[in-house]
């Protein structure tokens, strides 16, 4: 891991309550991105619950629709979880394409990896079978390509409201504290005795 | 709540000129805590803090915002055979640059080093590379001041203060822990309430211990030991206030502390003594980068032992998956303990102890640091698990080593433009074998409570730092004395967890908080007596 993962600049969004959409589809942004990545979350997702709308739309700034669907595809080669949604994914490809748009070097870096890949694909690597892909990835992994991906999507990925649902961390909703809502809820191991814990306080 | 809030103290205000003062370098622990003691005595005292003010209503339940708000992340390097090295090269430590310092983030674990560790030396024998030594001063001649540090600190299970009351994660970790045959687990002695205590607010088992406690239930000098100096009247709290070097006179006594101030300007605050807590990465820097025509290899250091000898645990966790829910962020963070480890027996192949401490991670963290630069479907299988999951950490004594040490990186320079610290570690095999036996011990603990998987996991940052100006009993063999009194420089202290002659294998906050307390007795006696 290079050094970077650890002074990433954050988004505000992180710390957002979780009734605001996360990637919103509007007009205006479609007007104006160089992108735009689509999805819908499926009908059984948790997520939906949280999301405004089941359809979501994350617009580009620097890099074009077709990049964007390339590194969505390899983060979730990178990161493979069967049931994670693809806008989980997207926050990462909003997050390469916040630093691609802060620095040329990291655009140039993301749009030749890019080009590679397509160019072992013959085509759209987005569009390779996953077994085919994963054998790429592998031979990227020790590329400084694969190390921005990488280290941007493990931190983007894994930090974000949607996840937090997802995976099952109660992140910002725990501010107030567990002591009545849980901490100690397990009931599939007997309590330990009094002499080893401690009294939950009255008040 | 705290109903003491440092931002609310007027406080007195000292001019820079003012050469009676004691200077104090740091606001956490140590530093935190020599202050409040001085002023309670009447002695006028300045803290110098580097990092800015941020109050309990501004800690935020978000791990890397928390962090970015936080943490110490100024110019560092990383270097030797740990692994943090390559994982983490500007992040050797996970320590915090905010009024309150590292007392901010710490877990709140606080135990007294037991006695055959003072004697560690004797104890152990000569373990061939390591610089094993004796403290100058023993159990029976720190108890006294333990005993006041708990009370101050308001540690669970003395002076009557109950446990705190046990989570999830403490309820997998003490059914595999006694199913194994430990005897001695329990949720630990914490300085966090079990009881409103202090003016302080009980645990509401928040999860968010190392992101800064809101409630103030647990111990912090941001909201206890900094607003009562300040409210003495004998107590300056200065914040952003960095400091570049140390200054002495033609007599070698130091004299002046320069500092950066928040915008940037450099001043020089003269003092009567200082004392230095800046953690024990920062406290060496400090001491080398204050170098001069009289002392060229740096402050305190005929020794040649300013910055050697940096411990910092031998540490590791390991986690494990169940069948069911487990929810391990809810509740307080490492309120589990096993002490069965914590004893020298050779027969386990190592010297030294260790303990096992509860420990959890918010999903953020436990991704970037459960296998840091794994990808692939066996760790997002893990992240899959992860509501699933229950954690320990491993907190051990490591051998003290020479070449384990602090030095001024030669080319990389801070914000100010001083040359950053090098953090340089390798483990001893003493910490191998004894890391190994751990995570094995963990494993089975786990596996005894019903688990799925396990993984081992490397050492996070480090957030125990040790050693760098070791007490010793003779100068040639460490930085301070018995009172953490520099060997070379009367007037010049040491009040952090760098006094450390050997690391032991508790938690150090409640040590550094006791030798804070007796220091402050020592140096209130040598002033009275015109000593220093």
């Known amino acids: ?203 | 709540m705290a109903t003491t809030h440092t931002q609310e103290q007027p406080g007195k205000k000292f001019s820079l000129d003012d050469d009676h003062v004691v200077v104090i370098v740091g606001s956490g622990a140590g530093g935190g805590t020599l202050a409040n003691e001085l002023a309670q005595k009447g002695i006028d005292v300045v803290v110098l803090e580097a990092g800015k003010l941020h109050t309990q209503a501004d800690f935020l339940a978000d791990e890397w915002a928390s962090f970015q708000q936080l943490a110490w992340l100024d110019a560092r390097t990383a270097s030797g055979s740990w692994r943090i090295a390559k994982d983490f090269p500007n992040l050797p430590a996970w320590i915090c640059k905010t009024v309150g310092g590292t007392s901010v983030h710490w877990a709140g674990a606080s135990l007294r080093i037991q006695p055959y560790e003072f004697k560690a030396l004797t104890t152990y024998g000569k373990v061939k590379g390591a610089a094993l030594l004796d403290w100058p001063i023993t159990r029976e001649d720190l108890d006294p001041y333990y005993t006041r540090a708990e009370k101050k600190l308001g540690v669970t299970r003395t002076n009557g203060l109950p446990g705190l009351p046990g989570n999830n994660n403490f309820k997998i970790f003490h059914a595999g822990a006694t199913r194994i045959g430990y005897k001695h687990v329990n949720t630990g002695h914490m300085a966090i309430n079990s009881v409103a205590n202090d003016d302080r607010a009980h645990c509401y088992q928040r999860g968010f211990c190392f992101q800064g406690c809101r409630f103030g239930a647990k111990w912090s000098t941001l909201y206890t030991e900094l607003p009562r100096a300040v409210q003495t009247g004998h107590a300056e709290l200065r914040t952003e206030a960095h400091v570049a070097r140390i200054e002495h006179d033609d007599t070698g006594k130091v004299n002046a502390v320069l500092y950066y101030d928040a915008k940037g300007a450099l001043q020089r605050q003269k003092a009567r003594a200082i004392a230095v807590a800046g953690n024990s990465i920062e406290t060496p820097r400090l001491l080398l980068n204050s170098h001069s025509a009289k002392f060229s290899a740096g402050l305190a250091n005929s020794s040649d032992q300013v910055g050697r000898n940096y411990m910092r645990h031998t540490t590791g966790s390991v986690y494990a998956t169940f069948a069911d829910k487990v929810d391990m962020y809810k509740g307080t963070v490492m309120a589990g303990i096993v002490e069965d480890e914590a004893r020298h027996d050779t027969s386990r192949g190592f010297a030294g102890g260790y303990h096992l401490e509860t420990i959890s991670l918010g999903l953020s963290f436990y991704a970037a640091f459960l296998n840091p630069g794994a990808w692939g479907a066996e760790f997002t299988d893990a992240m899959d698990q992860y509501a699933r999951t229950a954690g320990l950490w491993i907190v051990g004594e490591d051998m003290p080593q020479s070449s384990n040490r602090i030095t001024l990186n030669d080319t990389l320079k801070d914000q100010y433009g001083l040359p950053a610290a090098d953090v340089h570690f390798d483990d001893h095999p003493n910490d191998v074998a004894m890391r190994e036996h751990a995570f094995k011990q963990s494993e089975s603990l786990y596996k005894a409570a019903g688990a799925k998987d396990t993984y081992r996991v490397p050492p996070y940052p480090s957030t125990h730092n040790l050693g760098t100006a070791r007490m010793s009993e003779n100068p040639e063999d460490g930085v301070v004395n018995k009172h953490g009194q520099t060997h070379d420089i009367p007037n010049l202290f040491i009040a952090d967890g760098s006094q450390f002659t050997t690391g032991a294998a508790e938690n150090p906050t409640l040590t550094i908080v006791s030798l804070a307390i007796r220091q402050a007795d020592y140096i209130a006696d040598q002033m009275k007596q015109r000593a220093i």
């Open chain 1, 1 to 203: 891991m290079q050094t970077k993962p650890i002074t990433l600049s954050l988004e505000r969004e992180h710390a957002r309550p979780m009734q605001k959409a996360p990637i919103s589809l509007t007009r205006r942004a479609l007007l104006k991105g160089t992108g735009v990545l689509f999805g819908t979350l499926a009908v059984s997702s948790t997520l939906a619950l949280i999301a405004p709308s089941r359809v979501w739309a994350l617009e580009l700034k620097t890099l074009n629709e077709h990049e964007g669907k390339v590194l969505l595809a390899l983060v979730k080669r990178i990161y493979p979880h069967a049931t994670l949604e693809d806008a989980v994914y997207a926050l990462v490809v909003k997050d390469l394409d916040g630093k691609a748009s802060g620095t040329a070097d990291v655009r140039a870096q993301l749009t030749d990896g890019i080009r590679k890949l397509d160019k072992q694909a013959g085509g759209d690597w987005a569009a390779r079978p996953v077994a085919d892909q994963d054998r790429d990835v592998a031979a990227i992994a020790d590329t400084p390509f694969f190390q921005t991906v990488r280290s941007t999507a493990v931190v983007s990925l894994y930090s974000n409201a949607l996840a937090y649902a997802h995976f099952g961390y109660g992140a910002q909703a725990g501010d107030g504290g567990y002591l009545y809502k849980g901490f100690d809820d397990l009931s599939w191991l007997p309590d330990p005795p009094e002499q080893d814990s401690g009294p939950i306080p009255a008040n």
